[in-house]
């Protein structure tokens, strides 16, 4: 082995080692990061902050089926208790009573600072009045078994008032002192994770710690036969990491197996099909970890994406195997490499455009193409003549050639009948150009149909919110935020009370602004007064004045109380939920109200309109989370239609630049633009509407059926393809349909998008360049 040769592979090896050692520590992920934009407007960059760090991503609902009622709250009690403490969750609520004491005994304390109905009025005769007298018909009802023991610190029910908004005022049925279904038939858990929506390990761990939890909990004698199950965003980010991660690797092994076995055939050598393989492993690792490196976090659909790979750059080894055997690897970089070169840089160009992308998904995708195919190429074209070393032949390459020439050689006769085709998908694509695109991004979803009842059951059940309408509120500091969100509140209040909506989430309603901290504070009256008062208010009702003297101290001591701050709220609860509405961002403050529809509203949805109406002056900003990221979407794809064909328009540039004929440059473009064509409208036929990995797969086509083309395009200047190179092509294309085309058969939309658009469109790239160029290799 030479010098040259010898220094050459340790600098290969070395950048494989490197590479393995990057790639361990590459970050994965499966959440929905891929679709955001880089650059959010103000209410984008609130959908992007409850998509990745919400309260909402954070939640997990967890329902207990099997035997009996006191079973269920039994191991309901023992997995809270097992949960509760660890530092995974932030919190773990089934219902317990004694789960909520802290947040009582909190609520109770500072009541006075806390409840909206704390007014001047309230401590005046006829106030007070009023607020006994409702207090105690209160106490025939289901919540007056919250308020009898506190009557006497109590009496104008502002416990109950603030208790009733824990939760949003949605409270699950209740079994066996723990929340259950509906149907009573399942106990019910809601957990949230300190990890965040956006961070898939995290919501791994805490998974495998409540699983683990209810595997202890059923251990106890009586509890064996019950089971569980899970949902939430995060569950599904875990599971579709571990989807997309199980296909690649089910599909890379399987069209690894058909190419090896596709490839002995031909080489007929195990060692040339091994070394085959050299420019896949090195391009793939090299994207990946170039991604990583660049962006921070791989996605998942990116590391999907790259299973297709193969099927583009295991045909750089094959041109050289076959294509140098007679003339040597000198003569073959001399007549051969240039085309392959271009049909490189056509792939460069087009994946290129995608890097402006606004979008760091589209930005990954392209990244990773690029840096795949050069390292592909440039592995082939430097390294493995120094592996394979002299004397690379294929004892019947020529033979199994020359079953291929009478093929090319009557490809004539499908020129019309293929144009014919090109023709009719043109007209049916101008005719259904409107609705070619799927409107949102349930298609590249991976939560199946069970998965969703699943999840829409158990939300039901918890009356978990869903978050898709918010009112977003900015100001500079944190009190203001807060006089915002009050302001916001004061005029939603109306549309709850009109039964227009169901409620809202507000962050004052646990942590007030200084100011209205203070307003409240100032409506309680002095001691004697407030005890003249209550004496008269109590002449006629059944209860003394004497008795509520623990009332009439508590409002002294509330007097003369400092304002609550965010620290107060620490080991109640309510610090997370207060947390998740009011966020500190470089730029100032945002407060988060999340709107719930009306009970029975169609569709779940809001009086848009009226909201708005509503909202105007306050400084809110009405979002509809849901439309919001279908316009997202909408964006996505236009930008990505947009850049694509700048792409298309680069190497057309480039090729005509490289060509310097148009005849050629059209006999080259013409094949890839009308397989692309018949491709999308069959697809469509088919009943599949188009999004964004289809777009993808038909740079894919054009990116690999142009080496195709091009091969067929060096006829034009005079050459006889020989029985070698056509046996290259004809290896390469079967190896591109196989490495694709494995990829149709996956249950993931994004690899099957693939799979199914570059498959047959690199079967008929190829079949097209033949066609086209018949005339011309006919004797």
Known sequence: MSRGVLRALLIWLAAMALGVVLLLNTRFSADVSFFLPAQPTPEQSVMVDQLREGAVSRLLMV?????????????????????????AFATVQNGEAEAMDATRDFLLAHRYLLSHAVTPERFSV???????????????????????????????GELVELVSGLGGGVQPNEVEGVWASGDGERAMLLVQTHALGSDTDGQSAAIDLIREGFARATQQPGLTGLTMEMSGPGLFAVRARATIQQEVMRLSIMSTVILAVLLGFVYRRARLMLLTFVPVISGTLAAIVTVGLVHGTVFGITVGFGAALIGEAVDYAIYYFVQSGRMGAGSWREQYWPTIRLGVLTSVLGFGALLFSGFPGLAQLGLYAISGVITAALVTRFLLPHLAGPGVHLADGARQGRVLRPLVAHAGVLRWPLLALVLVAGVYLAQHR?????????????????EGELDARLRGDLGAPDARYMAVITAPDQERALQAAERAGAQLRPLVDQGLIGGFDTPARFLPSEATQNARRASLPPLDELAARLREALVEAPVSAERLQPFVDDVQAARSARNLTRQDLEGTGLGLAVDALLLQRASGWSVLLPLRPAPGAVGADLPVEAVRTALTGSGAIFIDLKGEFDTLYGEYI???????????????????????????LLGVMLPLVAAVMVVVAGLHISGVRLHLLHLVGVLLTVAVGSNYALFFDRISLGE???DETLLSIGVASATTAIGFGVLAFSSVPVLQAIGATVGPGAVLALVLSAAFAARKTAP
Do not use: C, M
Request: aromatic share 4%.
């Open 638 to 664: 236009d930008e990505a239609i947009v850049l694509s064909l700048l792409g298309f328009l680069a190497i057309v540039v480039a090729l005509g630049f490289v060509l310097r004929s148009p005849g050629r």
């Open 126 to 156: 006829e106030g007070l009045k009023s607020a006994v007298n409702n207090s105690i018909d209160l106490l025939s009802s289901s919540a007056g078994l919250l308020l009898k023991p506190y009557l006497a610190r109590d009496p104008t």
């Open 720 to 722: 006889t393809l020989d």
């Open 434 to 450: 409107n609705d070619l695109w799927y409107p949102n991004l349930s298609a590249l979803s991976t939560v199946t149909e069970a």
């Open 63 to 87: 329902a207990i089926a099997g035997g009996d009622a006191g079973q269920r709250a039994e191991a309901s009690r023992a997995l809270r208790a097992s949960l509760a403490g660890h530092a």
